[in-house]
């Protein structure tokens, strides 16, 4: 049930007209307080955070370990099939850049090098 409701208040909510959205939910919690079933409200609300949480995490994401080499790695993440708007600046890189496109992930970093080097080391 609380699928439903989700899968249609989003449904409306990319349609992108505000005004449609904010009736749709209206007569959603119209709906829910006259059925008696307005305690279903947070359960649709977390459904939707979860639903915001997994689209964040499937974006395309280019991580950079210096400002400097954001434009650059932009222009080479675009050729490899990954555009973004901005690069995210991660200090944990240490130099170079990794992207992610869904499960690709195209990764020129230092610290991909000096992991692998550790665990042949150690191994």
Known sequence: MI???TRLL????????AQAAEE?????IAHLKSAGRIKM??????EFRKIAARRRVLQPKVEVAREEEA???LRVAAVHGVVVRRAVVNPALICGWRARKGSMLIDRSG?????AIYRKVTA
């Open 41 to 46: 409200l947070p359960q649709i609300v977390r």
């Open 10 to 17: 989003e449904a409306t909510a990319e349609l992108e007209d």
């Open 71 to 73: 434009a650059a790695t």
């Open 24 to 28: 749709a939910v209206r007569k959603l």
């Open 3 to 5: 699928d439903n409701y």
């Open 111 to 115: 610290k991909s090098a000096l992991v």
